[in-house]
């Protein structure tokens, strides 16, 4: 079976948050259990090749279409573990992605619906039959009307799926930005008309990816029904209109990227099958690494982490107050995460200035890998007090590393993490409901507690043994690749 992706974002070449993730893990997975996998993303300006093995140029001259002007293409690829990866570098006067960052520019639905474009045009050259073509994100959900409009009778596509990993973007843009790609059928056009009345006279990619894929996937079961309700930022109509064609998968990780076993991103390596003891100092070795590593204090107390995005999707306000709460408790709090908002980034450095002589308070506004794998070894808890989480990934990999989740029960994050209760001896972490100070403050101060009483350790061993391995999953998507290929 040869599943074709698209996608703006593969981990390690150019990874943004998530998405990165899933592409490689769910990838790979997918070509270890007998598919034949490519990836086509752009070839950004700082993506990292020497990541990439026989990268060689494979096509000069690909065009798109845009503006009544054709545009060339050059296509690379390479290959990692099986799975081909194809890279466009687009020679278009505005150098769509040859720029420093992925996303965040004025014209991104107009790079990306040019991606599309261009990797349907490279589809064509290779002249092979597919099976499934993948799309991810709303960034790539234009290939699907692109193809209804332009290459149904040129290209050999058997079936469309495209994974919705965050509704609350969508890619809105003009009628106009459609017609300048050549897509001229109104009647299509129409089906994408966004439902927002705002944006009545809007276009809306990923509304159109809904419509004109033969299946879609969010990547919880609890995100499943919860964009149905009232989670879908107007597309909710859309979903139920389309609701047979919808497949809740849930995510998973890579648990060969996120070992704590041969992680060499992080100071001293342990694994579940060690004695509690032994698992207990290794963590407390990486402890140490960070603390001096960030400035942090070395004495001993509980550790809570943030690893993230700071939008508001993921609870700022709440992880602020979590990290009062903390230091009110003679905890100490990490945090990893920047925003591109420029109100939150501004809150988050006054905090950081008002507790620059404090020692029980780390922030690090940067995107780092590296610190983010010492921390989910170091930290004792990670907490997540999202609004929404699609599926959510991080608490995931600090299950990994022996580290429980605190999160608001919504999502992913309550199709994974389920309450502690000592008594009954079941659970993987702390969970509360209300969107609240409250909320927080209950969940956060039960872990503190069972810290206090020595109890963290023995949990921390059982949450090590969760299998969040993408085996599942990627079974799961190849039974619905199947069941559209019948
Ligand atoms: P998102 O909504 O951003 O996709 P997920 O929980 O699904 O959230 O995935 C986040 C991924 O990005 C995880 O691998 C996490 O470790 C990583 N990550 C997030 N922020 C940072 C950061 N500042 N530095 C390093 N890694 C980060």
Redesign the pocket.
Known sequence: MYVVNLSAEL?PLA????????LQGLSLELARQGAEVEIILPKYKNIHLEKLKNFHMEYQNIPSYENEIWHSNTIYSAATDNVKITLIEDHHPKHYFDRDQIYGYSDDTCRFIYFCRAALEYLIHQKRKIDILHLHEWHTAAAAPLYRSLFMNKLPIKSIVLTM??LEHQGRCTFQDLYSVGVNDNQILEKMRDDNPAYYNNLNLLKGGIVYSNAITTVSPTYGKEILKDQGFWLESALHKNINKLHPIL?G?DDNVYNPAHDPLIAEHFSATYAPEHIKEAKWKNHEYLSKKVGLSTEKKPLIAS???LVP??GPELIKHAIFQTLRKGGKFIL???SPIKEIADEFAQLKERFKDNKNVSF?F????A??HLI?AASDFLV?PSLF???????M?AFRYGTIPIVRKTGGLADTVFEIDEQKNVGNGFTFTNFDIEGINSALNKALDLYAKGKTLSIAQQVMHIDHSWKKAASEYLDLYKGLLK
């Open positions: 981990f990874k943004a948050g998530g998405l990165g993730d899933v990993h965050n995510n990780i690893i993230g995005r999707q993921k990893l995460g920047s690090n940067e995107y780092n890998e610190l983010s989910y997540i989480e699609p599926c959510g990934l991080t608490q990999i």
